[in-house]
């Protein structure tokens, strides 16, 4: 297929779902209960609230949307770092849109720019380093976030910087890696799932090989996955296959774009600049082992955090926050206590309504008519695929 309306092609779809519908009612009376599937990637939630993949569903089959929106996972705390760094004499701040409303726990970026500090929404760390570059007696900090997808070009950012001595660029890095991540998912003692779809485009940098242990130690089968509707279903109907025949595989969908052995060069970059943390902080899911990455001690002049001093410290999510437990796939976004009432798009108390790419977010923007049914089942406790299929 090459071009986009072949892979949202409704008559195809209505054949995978029919497939689909068929191999879960079976997994289910194996089961004796849905087949639980997570998607990791933020990307694909999207997709899937975007397309109305979720509603064309059987109810035997519930997906649970997981943690791989970097925005969504970032801590108060790191926010709050932001802040302190931004609202230096001057700094400029520089970051992706996405980043820019995520509350902290007293006020966002925004709202550290509205009261008068120096933040700027940029599309590229190379855009960041432009404006270092043009103004040289200013402090130029970039906000790194993201899996290992934006990886890569921070990475270049930072040699790039050193290449042409550049001295007043500096990273304040929160770059998260993926495979920790899903450990510590699949660790996690409350969360019940069967299989995965694949982050594509994390992916497309690190390749397939790196989820082999979810197959092997885990017995779960991982399919990479792309982002338009008949992937989704394509890559939904693969894992279901694998579960009826019990097996466990990595499989690659998404393989016009994610070469099985990953991008050498962007793996290269990375592996010359970053180092793992000890630990890294997720907003609802702790601290994970090894889950976060800095830049290596030969570039800590690039180093916001040996440059500035930053709190640093840990901040609890408000009460009445319930992302931790969306993140892991506990709850549905519609059942937390504040979802759509005090957390809405333009007063988000928790990040997961921030990003497009939160579930929360998704969920609000694309619910609809259903949304509201939702709702109004969610607060009588009527169980969720019942509520789903008002
Ligand atoms: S509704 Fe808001 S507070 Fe609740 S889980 Fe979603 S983002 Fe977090």
């Keep these: 297929m090459k071009h986009v309306d072949e892979f949202r092609d409704p008559v195809k779809a209505k054949v995978l779902l029919k497939e689909i519908t068929v191999i879960a009612k079976e997994l289910k009376e194996r089961l004796k209960r849905p087949v639980y599937i997570m998607e990791v990637c933020g990307g694909h939630t999207h997709s899937i609230f975007r397309y109305g993949i ?6 035997t089959i519930e997906l649970i949307h997981g943690p791989g929106c970097p925005v969504c996972v970032l801590p108060m705390g790191r926010v709050d770092d932001c802040v302190a760094i931004a609202e230096r004499d001057n700094v400029i701040f520089t970051t992706f849109g ?14 550290a720019k509205a009261e008068g ?3 700027r929404m940029v599309y590229s760390p190379m855009d960041a380093l432009s ?4 103004n040289p007696d200013k402090e130029v900090v970039f906000f790194g976030l993201g899996f290992e997808t934006t990886m890569p070009s921070t990475a270049l950012t930072v040699l790039k910087a050193e290449a042409d001595g550049i001295n007043n660029f500096s990273l304040f890095c929160n770059h998260i890696t993926i495979i920790p991540t899903v450990k510590a998912v699949l660790d996690s003692p409350d969360l019940q799932l069967d299989g995965f779809l694949g982050p594509g485009h994390v992916s497309m940098v690190i390749g397939n090989k790196p989820y082999q242990f979810i197959a092997e130690h885990y017995n779960r089968p991982v399919v990479v996955a792309g982002f338009e ?9 693969m894992v279901l296959k694998q579960l009826q025949a019990g097996e466990a595989r990595i499989e690659n969908q998404y393989n016009r774009i994610v070469p099985e052995e990953g991008n050498k060069m962007a793996l290269e970059a990375i592996a010359k600049t970053f180092e793992l943390r000890e630990f890294f ?3 609802g899911l702790g601290s994970i082992d090894h889950s ?19 709190p640093a410290v840990t901040i609890a999510d408000p009460k009445a926050c319930q992302c931790g437990e969306v993140l892991k796939g506990a709850i549905k976004p519609w059942q937390c206590k ?3 009432k005090a957390c809405t798009p333009e007063t988000p108390l928790g990040a997961l309504m921030v990003s497009s790419e939160g579930s929360c977010a998704a969920y609000h923007q694309f619910g609809g008519d259903r949304l509201d049914a939702v709702q109004a089942k969610a607060k009588l406790n009527i169980p969720i695929n019942e509520a789903r299929n008002a």
């Design 292 to 310: 976060g990455v800095q830049l290596k001690a030969e570039y800590a002049a690039f180093d916001a955090e040996k440059k500035f001093i930053v």
């Design 229 to 237: 509707p008949l992937d989704i279903l394509q890559s939904l109907w």
């Design 54 to 59: 979720e509603n064309m569903l059987p109810e």
């Design 131 to 134: 404006i270092a570059k043009n």
């Design 117 to 119: 500090a120096d933040v």
């Design 98 to 111: 996405d980043a820019i409303r995520v509350p902290g726990s007293k006020k966002s970026l925004l709202q």
């Design 281 to 283: 902080e997720w907003r």
């Design 338 to 340: 504040v979802f759509a």
